[in-house]
Each structure stands twice: as C-alpha cells, then as structure tokens.
C-alpha cells in the first residue's frame, strides 16, 4: 500500500469572483486521486492527510483577481488552500516526519503533497483539541497576538473596542485585553454572539452594531471617556465613528476590513483628520510578519488554556463537502465562533 | 515714557467661519491702546512688540466653533493670535527679559501682552533674517523635522513623497529628503511651485495636481517602484491616490489635510484596506510634542542654514492690514513659499 492510488477529493474554485461570494462559486471534484508516497526525487516536501480546515475572512481577497501584492490569488479550477491541521503520511523535510502533526498552509482536499513548507509548524502540544490549530493557537491566535501586544502595545487600565468582536481574532483579543486589565468593549452582528462575548468571553460589554442607528453614539455610551486601542477588523462606517472617540495619542491596528471585502466600491472614511488632532497611530500588518514570535505565544496561552483562563468557541462543520457553505458564510456572519470544516477524524 | 498709552492696531475674527473664510471674516480694530509697561502685580508675563506674524494652514481650524480639543478656537471679537517673533518690551519672567528677541504664541496686534508664555522661545542666532522664525527656524521647521525624521524614520534610498511642498513645512522635509539620500517629488498648485521645487530647493522631480486628471497614474510616473515616505498635507483624493502607491511597511506621516479644511463635509478614503496589505504605517502628529528637540533641531539646521544647504522661500506682506488677506490666501494657494505677515521694522 502506499503504492496505489486512492481517491482524493478537492474543493475548486470554478472561476475569480464578483461581489458576495456564493456556494456555487465552487465545486466538490470527486474525480481526482494522489498517491499515498512521495515521488522518489522529492526534495524537501510533505504529503498530508488533512484533519480540519480553516474559514478565514483575508480568503475572500484571494477569490478575486489580484490588485495588489497581497494575499495572492486561488487559481480557478484548482483546489483552493488555506490554514489547516494535518498529519504527515510522507515526508522528504528534514523537519518533518511520518505521523507529525502539523498546522499551516495546506490544500483544500482530503490530502494535499506541500512543496512550499515556509508556513508549517510542526503540533507540540497534542493534548488540547487539533481544531485549536486553526484558530486559538494558529493563525488566528498569532493575528490576536501580534496585533494586540506588538501593533497596539496596551498599557493597563486603557480603553479597548474590537469589531468583528465573535470572530476566531476579536475573541482572543478581547481576552487578551482583559488579561491585560484593560476595559474592553466589543461589536458583533446578533444578539447571540453579544451574549457570547459577555457571558462567555468576560468583554466588559458589547453591543450589536446592527441594532445601532448612530454608531458614534453607540461608542460614546460604552467609552464617554474615549477609546485608546481600536483592533480594526471591519472598516467603512465604523471605523469613521471610532475616529471620532478615539483618545489622544490612541493606536489603531488594522488587521483587516471585512465590511468592505464585499464591496465593489470601498465606503469613503471621511474623519481621517481625527489621526492629527489626537495624534492617532493607525498600523496595518499581517500575521506571517510576526512567526518568530510563535513560541512565545504559546509559552503565554498555554497555561491560561489549560486552566480556564482563555476560552475558545469554534463552529465546526462536518466534511469537505460542507467547506464552501461555511466559508461563504463567514461573509454573512452565519458562524458563531471560529469556522472550521472538519475533514477526517483519524 | 511707558505709563503711557500707545494706539495698538489688532486684527479681530467677526465671528465663526464657516466654509472657505474671507477676507470680511476678520476687522482692522484701530481704536485699542495699551501701556508699554506690565502692571505691578504681573507675574511670569511679557509685553512684546510684534514684528512678524505667520500664516498657517492649521489656524482655519481655530475659526471654527470647536468639534475637536484641537486646536483651541478663536474668540470671536478679539485679536486672532498665532506664532509669530517678537521684541520682548517689558517683562516679568525670568526668562525673558527687555530687549530680547522671541517666537512663540503672540497676538494678531502691534503690541502683545502674552500671560500663556509656555510657547515662547527665545532667538538666540540673530544673524539669520528675523522672519525665519515663523518657518524655517520656527514652527513649520520644528514640524518639517517632527513629522520626517521621528515620525517617518527614513532611511538613505528610500523614496518620499511630499504633498503641499512648496509651503513652509513641504519645502524643509524636501531638502530634509535629500540631505538624507532620498528619491523626493512633492505636487503642488502651480507652475511656478513646481518650478521653484524643482530648481530651488532640489526636489528630483514635481508635478502640478491640478493638470493631473488621474493622480494615480501621475503617482506610477514619478514613482513606479512605489512610495516608501508620504509626508501627508492635503487629504482627500491625494491621500486615496498614495495608498494604492505605497511600497510595503511604508509609513505616512499625517501633518495635516488642508484640501479638507474647507468642506462641509470631508470628502471619504476609500484605499485603506491597503494599510493592512502593505503593512503601512500611518500616524498623526502635532508639533508641541516635540519642541522639546528644538536645540537639536537647530544644531541640524543652522549649519547648512549658513552654508547655503538649506534654502527657504518666503512670501512677505507688509502691514498688519495685510493680515487678513494673506491669511486668507493660504487656502487658495496664492502663496508662494511661507506666508508672513511683517509688522513692524524695528
């Protein structure tokens, strides 16, 4: 065995897409197989079997033709890829083995060869839920992370609003910011994933921007005394309103602006000159620039995860076939929680 | 002589502006007087003689009622205040004494009887032309150098662009640019702007943004391997443009947005997804946070100020009378080089 070929079924992208993405954009291939063994003259490669794959919302940037440098585009008719949890069936990488597990850039398909190993990690810590690495201790876990600690650098007792605040990095963040002894405020789109984010995530309050007429009032009723850290995760309309109750000196991170992925024309941000006035720092990045830091962070969430400290919600969807209904609802805000699609259970 | 009163002629703001100001905004008072000497009982203030006064982009924002805490409004009725250098004329700090020579916050009036003396610095290099202090040597130059080495960190090769850059800020961080190694074009308002970037103060290259119909394309032109400094001044469209023009980890430096200062309504940004996919920093700043590097920013300047490195342009009117139209001019780009206002010849 190893030899033969077995079926090996892919989810593709049918072709770059306009506007909100729908589960037609894709297929489920069910033709295609892979051999279970490396070619002999593979030179630093894995071939894995994939456990759970990742929802992420940078993923609908890459369903459309490129514009920028950044993140590059899915090939249509190919499998598309993302963040994933596998485990190593083959391997010519030196720093990987038969039987690893491993999180990172992975095809999605129900096994998948990587050529291009830069963004794997190999699973240390086997004893907490794999789906994790997609999210609390995966990308999305290092995104909090990086955006919090290295972009915002919080200081007790500041004020901090995250939007998108449900989602697999505006939970940890939250969390991080009450670890932290910060105030945290945070937005989300349904009564449910507010709860969550009170009852659950210990946010100081939060509140559904849907429900809010006046986003500017809405943030001065929870910060009358203004905002000193701003995690940006959806743009547009409140991003203008968080400008406008930001504090002197306030940082904002921009991890990213889902309101507006959807949009063939970006929303106008039009108080920009708040950034003068107070003095304002407003920094993009993006998470591959910080995974030199991925010990460290695990050496900070480990221990809180293992006793209770941060807590976690994922919504699991059960089989590749489910990946592009729940990847196209990301975009709607179906999820509660981190999105995942669960591939195989070994 | 001293105890008695001298006529003291003083520019009033009527009342709040709103749109683009005019002229009839503002009122030659001729009928004050006041006593060249301080009052017994007067404390840590001096009375001064004016002989500049300087004209700056931010001080549209202070005939507006107040919808920020910066900067402070002007009070409708009375003199306008602003930097400008002066001749201390009595004294009751022990900083400064009859005779000195000054810059710093004073009011729009032949004579000024200044309690808030926190903004008064004292000119020690009188060889230079005593109106340099209300630019070059000044505010505009302590912005130039904020904005451009602090906040921007600029390094040798990297490419910058300068908006607005025949005005007293733009013109310094050009020749700050180049003095650092740097690839600079700065866009301005005329043809003969453009030339005196380009032939006076050394710029690699300028452009009229009025004869831009895509300022997009004309941004590809001068920089096709993209912007790693933007020194912000004007906003709006501009500032839409530059972001798609951004090279990675580039940082803009926000001085002001004068293209905004005259709308009702600001016009939107609608490119600032690119802030995350370019990692871009972006940050506001106001000079008084750092006036505290004065002495250093002198140490840097006054050298090449002598050996003709550094060049300033200046645009002289002459009277107190004149204020009102030179101020006013500045939001139509009448100017060219730094606007001032000269008072009195001593």
């Not at 369903?63 to 890829?81: K, L, V």
């Not at 986003?215 to 409140?238: C, Q, S, T």
């Not at 929303?267 to 991925?294: A, Q, T």
Request: with cysteine; aromatic share 12%.
């Amino acid at each position: 065995m190893g030899e033969e070929e077995v079926s090996n079924k892919q989810i593709i992208l049918k072709d770059y897409v306009h506007g909100f993405p729908k589960e037609s954009d894709f297929l489920l291939k069910t033709s295609s197989t892979i051999k279970l063994k490396l070619p002999y003259d593979s030179h630093d490669a894995v071939l894995v079997k994939n456990l759970y794959l990742s929802c992420d919302p940078y993923m609908l940037n890459r369903m459309r033709e490129a514009d920028a440098s950044y993140p590059t585009p899915f090939t249509p008719g190919s499998p598309i890829n993302g963040y994933g949890v596998s485990r190593v069936v083959d391997s010519s990488h030196t720093s990987f083995s038969k039987g690893d597990l491993i999180w990172g850039i992975t095809g999605w398909e129900e096994y998948s060869l990587i050529t291009d190993t830069s963004l794997l990690f190999k699973i240390q810590d086997a004893d907490l839920p794999l789906s994790y690495y997609t999210g609390l201790l995966g990308m999305p876990g290092m995104t909090a992370y990086a955006g919090f600690y290295e972009v915002c650098s919080p200081k007790k007792g500041e004020t901090v609003f995250v939007s998108a605040a449900s989602g697999a990095v505006g939970q940890l963040v939250g969390q991080f910011a009450k670890l932290m002894g910060c105030y945290v405020v945070g937005s989300a789109g349904s009564k449910d994933k507010v709860d969550l984010l009170i009852n659950k995530f210990g946010f100081d309050a939060a509140f559904n921007y849907k429900e809010e007429e006046d986003l500017n009032a809405a943030l001065k009723r929870y910060f009358p005394d203004g905002i000193d850290i701003y995690f940006e995760n959806v743009g547009g309309k409140m991003l203008d309103a968080v400008l406008l109750n930001m504090r002197l000196r306030g940082r904002i991170a921009v991890c990213g602006m889902i309101s507006q992925y959807n949009l063939e024309e970006h929303e106008g941000v039009s108080n920009l000159f708040c950034l003068v006035i107070k003095r304002i720092r407003m920094e993009g990045f993006v998470v591959p620039d910080y995974y030199h830091l991925y010990p460290k962070f695990l050496e900070l969430v480990l221990p809180h995860i293992r006793d209770g400290k941060l807590t976690y919600v994922e919504d699991i969807a059960q089989g590749l076939e489910s990946g592009p209904a729940a990847l196209v609802g990301l975009f709607s805000g179906r999820n509660v929680g981190k999105q995942v699609v669960a591939v195989a259970h070994e």
